[in-house]
């Protein structure tokens, strides 16, 4: 792929397009070992070499975080009042990148961010089932069957039951009447995890996604922290289209 100069260094490091011209004029930039001032120079993306500020940058097309989102942000590309996931990616590589589905303000744990809208969409599709798994803390009584009626899908107060969803009860916690669960839902709807406990009388207080599909939230991440995906998590990932 044949791109402007400018736009190629602009995909690919934090810096504006602004910025990334000035320093192009500048003679920050060599291509193929030879100082390119004029932003506007065409680079073939898979064949030719460009360095920046002395270090080599190659293109990729489509860029894959692990984000381990905090409470309190949320999972949008901009909002007129709280801090975004993408706030998070001042420094990261890649423009137009995005959250893929959406976790509650108050929910914690694992967000992809990509900007490959295929794999995005193939990911939330209804259709493919991918299974997202959560922790939860919750209150409440629930009901001796719990794991089955999670089995057998429940009325939210959408127009179907859910689909079936899997429930492991972890601990009683002793501090108080809080119990810590493992749920495994196949769909992505609205306040999904807290409604279905709420249909059996429980209200969470704690809800955090380990996993979606193969892609599971790595323990070393703290909160509000994102690394690259590996290859082998891309391509795992791209066996759920
Ligand atoms: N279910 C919920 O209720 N909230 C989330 O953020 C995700 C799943």
Not at 11 to 35: H, P, Q, W, Y
Not at 88 to 105: N, Q, T, W
Not at 148 to 164: A, N, S, W, Y
Request: aromatic share 8%; net charge negative.
């Amino acid at each position: 792929m044949k791109l402007r100069l400018d736009k190629y260094l602009c995909d690919m490091t934090a810096e504006s397009r602004s910025e990334i011209k000035s320093n192009i004029k500048k003679g920050f930039v060599l291509v193929n070992g030879e100082i390119i001032t004029k932003p506007e120079t065409k680079v073939d993306t898979e064949i030719d070499e460009v360095v920046y500020k002395e270090e080599i940058i190659s293109y990729e097309k489509y860029v894959y975080y692990m984000f381990h989102k905090p409470a309190g942000c949320v999972s949008a590309t901009s909002d007129g009042q709280c801090k975004t996931v993408i706030d998070y990616f001042s420094d990261a590589k890649g423009k137009d990148i995005f959250p893929v589905g959406r976790l509650d303000k108050d929910t914690e744990g694992l967000l992809l961010v990509t900007n490959d809208g295929e794999l995005a969409h193939n990911l939330l599709s209804p259709k493919k089932h991918v299974e997202k798994v959560y922790y939860a803390e919750i209150e409440g009584e629930l009901p001796y069957n719990a794991t089955m009626l999670f089995e057998q899908g429940l009325d939210i107060g959408d127009k179907e039951k859910t689909l079936p969803a899997k429930l492991e009860i972890i601990e009683d916690m002793e501090s108080n009447d809080t119990l810590a669960v493992k749920v495994t839902i196949t769909e992505g709807r609205y306040h999904q995890v807290k409604r279905m406990f709420e249909a059996l009388g429980c209200k969470v207080t704690y809800l955090k996604r380990l996993s979606m599909g193969s892609l599971v939230l790595d323990d070393n991440l703290k909160k509000g922290e994102w690394r690259k995906l590996s290859t082998e998590e891309i391509c795992r990932l791209r066996e759920h289209e």
